[in-house]
Structure formats: C-alpha cells, structure tokens
C-alpha cells in the first residue's frame, strides 16, 4: 500500500464509504449489490467505485457467483481479512 493510492482512493466520499463498510467487524467480503444495499447508493454508482478501488488495489476479488445470467463478485480490502489498508497506513504515519 502506498499513500498515492490511499490518496487517489479518498478523492470520492462513496469511495470512503465503501472502504469503511469493507473495514467493519474486522473485514467484509460484500459485493457491489450488498455495498448499494447498505449505502443506500445506486447500484450503478457502487460498482463504478468498486471497480476503481480494484484496479487501484485497495479491494481484492474473492468470490464470483452466477446470479440471473449475470456474475456476481465479491470483493474484501486487499490483504485479507481484518488487514485494512487504512490501519496500516495509519500506524506508519504514527497516527
């Protein structure tokens, strides 16, 4: 993790929101669906953040299922369970 990416991940208030839901009972694997549920978000809003989080790499894809003709994914925050990006960061910053 490097803070150009944690930088890049905060410039969006959904993208906070996202993380932070992730973050919770010490690491969620939830997917863009679930995300919009609990935001209350549409959905089409969620998986674009989603997708940005990943390709940065702050969420890891760790499960696909087939829903209606269509893949559901689900994803964590990268480095597993309960290893948020943002803690980490944190305590090398001294925060």
Same mark, same amino acid.
Request: proline share 5%; net charge negative.
């Given at each position: /993790?490097?803070?150009?990416?944690? &930088? @890049?991940?905060?410039?969006?208030?959904? *993208?906070? #929101?996202?993380? +932070?839901?992730? !973050?919770?009972?010490?690491? @969620?694997?939830? $997917?863009?669906?679930?995300? #919009?549920? +609990?935001?209350? /978000?549409?959905? #089409?809003?969620?998986?674009?953040?989603?997708? +940005?989080? =990943?390709?940065?790499?702050?969420?890891?894809?760790?499960? !696909? *299922?087939?829903? @209606? %003709?269509?893949?559901?994914?689900?994803? @964590?925050?990268? %480095?597993?369970?309960?290893? $948020?990006? =943002?803690? &980490? !960061?944190?305590?090398?910053?001294?925060?």
């Amino acid at each position: /993790m490097n803070w150009q990416l944690l &930088a @890049r991940a905060n410039t969006h208030p959904l *993208r906070i #929101s996202i993380l +932070e839901v992730l !973050e919770l009972d010490d690491g @969620r694997c939830l $997917s863009p669906n679930d995300l #919009s549920w +609990e935001l209350q /978000m549409p959905l #089409s809003n969620v998986n674009y953040h989603v997708t +940005e989080l =990943f390709n940065d790499g702050l969420l890891e894809l760790v499960d !696909e *299922r087939p829903v @209606r %003709g269509a893949t559901e994914h689900f994803y @964590r925050l990268a %480095g597993g369970e309960g290893d $948020s990006p =943002f803690a &980490a !960061e944190a305590v090398k910053a001294g925060v």
